[in-house]
C-alpha cells in the first residue's frame, strides 16, 4: 500500500468520530516557488496559527501538547512536497491525534491565494482531501525492456513498484523473451533503416529471425492476463507503455478491450530505464500525463458545447438541483460565490432566486459546499485547469455540465 493511503486511511478513521476541535491546515510548501524559500512557509503557518481562537483543552486551558506537537510536525523533514495537510484533534479521552501528509501535487477547493496558508479550529475539513482522491486518477506503468519488465503504481504522484505482477514469470522465461526482443528489435531497425522499410528488402534470414513464434504468443497471452489482474487488484484508472515501438504495439494488441481503452501514452524506451530509481520513471512520465489531461479537459468541454450540455452558475445550478447534472465541471481554484438557504441547502448565483426559497440567504464560499452537493444530487465532479479552466471561467461563465436528461 502506498503511504498516502495508509495516512488517508488513518485520518479517515479517527475523523469519522470528530464533529468540532479539529484543527485542519493546509499550506503551499512548493520548494520550486521562490515564495517559499527560506522557510517562508513556516513563517505564513506561524502566523496563521497565532490569528486563530486560541485552543484549549477540555479544562479550558490553552492546548499546549497540541500546539508542541503541530510545531514538532512542521519542522520534520518533507521530500519536496508541493502541499502540506496538517491536521490535529484531543478525543473525548484527551488523547491526542495528529497527522501530516506531504502531498506531491496541488489540491482542489484549497484556497492558499492569500498568504498560501488555510487553517480552520472547528468541524474537520476534509473536502480537499477527498475530492483530490477523486481528481487524481490512479495511474499504471508498464516498462517493457528485455528479461525484465517493471510495473509502477502512481496515486497523487506517489510512485510505488508493484513486484506482484511478476513473481510467476522464471527466470528462464525471461531470458527467452529477451532472445526473442533483442532478435526482433535488431530486424525491426534494420528494416526502419532500408530506404521505404519495406520487410521484402530483408534478407529471407533476417525475416525468419524476426517472426513471432507460438510461444511468444501464449507468453504475451499470459502476460496481458497478469496485468488485467493487476489492473483490478490497484483499481488503476489509466495506463502508460514504455518499451520499443514494436514492442509496446505488438503487447497492447493482446490487452483486453478495456485495457486498450486505458491505455493513455505509449513512451519510447530510453537508455538504461531499467536502472533507473522510480523517482526518475515518474518524473519522465508524469509531464507527458500533464499534457493528456489538459487535452482531454479539453475536449470535455468541446463535448459540452456539442451535446449540448449547460454552461453559466445559474444554469447549471438549476439542473444540478433538479437531478439533471451527470458531470459537475468546475475550474481548479473555484472562486465563486453563491447564496445559499441555511435551511434546506438551496444555492443559487443570484439573492433574487434563492429569495424564492428562503427569506435570508448567506453568501458562500462554493467550495465549501461543492462536495456535499455533488454527493446529494449524484453528479461526477471534474476540475479542470490551464487552458481549460480559462476558457471555462471567459467563453462558459465559469461552470459547465453534461446532463443526463
Not at 519510447?268 to 489538459?294: K, S, T
Request: a negative charge; one cysteine or more; proline letters at 4%.
Amino acid at each position: 500500500m502506498l503511504t498516502v493511503e495508509s495516512q488517508l486511511e488513518r485520518l479517515r478513521q479517527w475523523a469519522a468520530g470528530a464533529t468540532e476541535g479539529v484543527l485542519s491546515l493546509y499550506a503551499d510548501v512548493n520548494p520550486a516557488k521562490p515564495e517559499n524559500a527560506n522557510g517562508a512557509w513556516f513563517k505564513r503557518i506561524d502566523q496563521t496559527l497565532k490569528h486563530l481562537p486560541e485552543i484549549r483543552d477540555r479544562h479550558g486551558k490553552r492546548d499546549q501538547p497540541l500546539y508542541d506537537q503541530v510545531y514538532a510536525l512542521l519542522e520534520a523533514e518533507r521530500p519536496h512536497a508541493r502541499t502540506l495537510a496538517l491536521f490535529a484533534y484531543r478525543d473525548g479521552h484527551g488523547h491526542l491525534h495528529t497527522e501530516r501528509l506531504d502531498l506531491q501535487v496541488e489540491l482542489p477547493v484549497v484556497d492558499l491565494r492569500q498568504g498560501r496558508v488555510e487553517a480552520r479550529y472547528g468541524a474537520p475539513y476534509l473536502t480537499p482531501l477527498w475530492l483530490a482522491v477523486d481528481e487524481y486518477e490512479r495511474t499504471g506503468i508498464l516498462l517493457l525492456e528485455g528479461a525484465r519488465w517493471r510495473f509502477f503504481e502512481v496515486f497523487l504522484d506517489e510512485i510505488r513498484e508493484d513486484e506482484e505482477l511478476l513473481t510467476g514469470i522464471s527466470r528462464d522465461e525471461w531470458q527467452q523473451l529477451q532472445a526473442f526482443s533483442e532478435r526482433i528489435t535488431a530486424t525491426w531497425r534494420a528494416r526502419s533503416a532500408t530506404p521505404g522499410g519495406r520487410c521484402d528488402k530483408l534478407s529471407l534470414q533476417e525475416r525468419t529471425a524476426a517472426r513471432v513464434d507460438a510461444w511468444l504468443h501464449a507468453f504475451y497471452h499470459r502476460l496481458a492476463h497478469l496485468l488485467e489482474q493487476t489492473v483490478e487488484r490497484l483499481r488503476i484508472g489509466r495506463l502508460v507503455l514504455i518499451g520499443e515501438h514494436w514492442q509496446t504495439g505488438h503487447f497492447e494488441s493482446y490487452l483486453s478491450r478495456r485495457l486498450q481503452q486505458q491505455v493513455v501514452s505509449r513512451l519510447p524506451l530510453w537508455p538504461e530505464a531499467h536502472r533507473e530509481a522510480i523517482g526518475q520513471i515518474w518524473r519522465r512520465v508524469e509531464p507527458v500525463l500533464f499534457e493528456v489531461e489538459r487535452q482531454q479537459e479539453l475536449a470535455l468541454l468541446n463535448q459540452v458545447q456539442e451535446q449540448p450540455g449547460l454552461w453559466g452558475i445559474d444554469p447549471v445550478l438549476d439542473a444540478l438541483q433538479l437531478g439533471r447534472v451527470r458531470r459537475w465541471i468546475l475550474p481548479w481554484s473555484l472562486d465563486i460565490t453563491v447564496w445559499r438557504c441555511p435551511e434546506d441547502g438551496f444555492v443559487a448565483a443570484m439573492p433574487e432566486i434563492a429569495q424564492v426559497v428562503c427569506a435570508q440567504p448567506e453568501a458562500v464560499a462554493l467550495r465549501e459546499h461543492v462536495l456535499e452537493l455533488a454527493a446529494s444530487y449524484g453528479a461526477e465532479l471534474e476540475f479542470v485547469r490551464g487552458a481549460a479552466a480559462e476558457r471555462l471561467l471567459k467563453e462558459m461563465g465559469g461552470m459547465a455540465a453534461l446532463l443526463r436528461w
